[in-house]
T-cell receptor, first 117, second 111 residues
């Protein structure tokens, strides 16, 4: 079974530029998450989708970050304009169902590493 | 608001020793708790998931326990190996389906 795919793996941009990250979840997984992980910290949830609807985006800086999940499968996360403090790894994850069984495992991709200079 | 704390932040032990990593959480109303491993430059790999009704889960040399009432979980690693060196993260899934992570414990196994 293929895992969660993310691209690009690495990106270096100047501040005020824009960047987009792509994620393809595990086939059949209805829930998709974008996390931001700053060096030395645990992952912080940015946005959570159930199919193509947003469940939680309370910690997404909406003035510069946007995300969409068209057709309930792939998702893109965009940052425009980027700031120095956006340097982090952006992790995409997926799980089978939402609000379900307590045995619902979440699977992560390899991450997209962003450096803003 | 759920808070997840992992102690210690970093740990170095000689190869072959048994060790325990700790995770505590403030709100016991959880669906489950999951332990992950993260290698440098990599994403998170799921190690063990403990459902709220369970007390422990085992996989090979790893054993995770959950005491929901006290808000604690431990990850026990037996007979540690250099390949176990990584950052270990615990995460709880709340009843509102939010998943909250700790900051992790950086483990270094000395050959």
């Amino acid at each position: 079974e293929a895992g969660v795919a993310q691209s690009p793996r690495y990106k270096i941009i100047e501040k005020r530029q824009s960047v987009a990250f792509w994620c393809n979840p595990i086939s059949g997984h209805a829930t998709l998450y974008w996390y931001q992980q700053i060096l030395g910290q645990g992952p912080k949830l940015l946005i959570q989708f159930q199919n193509n609807g947003v469940v939680d985006d309370s910690q997404l800086p909406k003035d510069r970050f946007s995300a969409e999940r068209l057709k309930g499968v792939d998702s893109t996360l965009k940052i425009q304009p980027a700031k120095l403090e956006d340097s982090a790894v952006y992790l995409c994850a997926s799980s089978l169902v939402y609000r379900a069984s307590s045995g619902n495992t979440i699977y992560f991709g390899e991450g997209s590493w962003l450096t803003v200079v | 608001k759920q808070e997840v704390t992992q102690i210690p932040a970093a740990l170095s032990v000689p190869e072959g020793e048994n060790l325990v990593l700790n995770c505590s959480f403030t709100d016991s109303a959880i669906y489950n708790l999951q332990w992950f491993r993260q290698d440098p430059g990599k994403g998170l790999t799921s190690l063990l998931l403990i459902q709220s009704s369970q007390r422990e889960q085992t996989s090979g040399r790893l054993n995770a326990s959950l005491d929901k009432s006290s808000g604690r979980s431990t990850l026990y690693i037996a007979a540690s190996q250099p390949g176990d060196s990584a950052t270990y993260l615990c995460a709880v899934r709340n009843r509102d389906d939010k998943i909250i992570f700790g900051k992790g414990t950086r483990l270094h196994i000395l050959p």
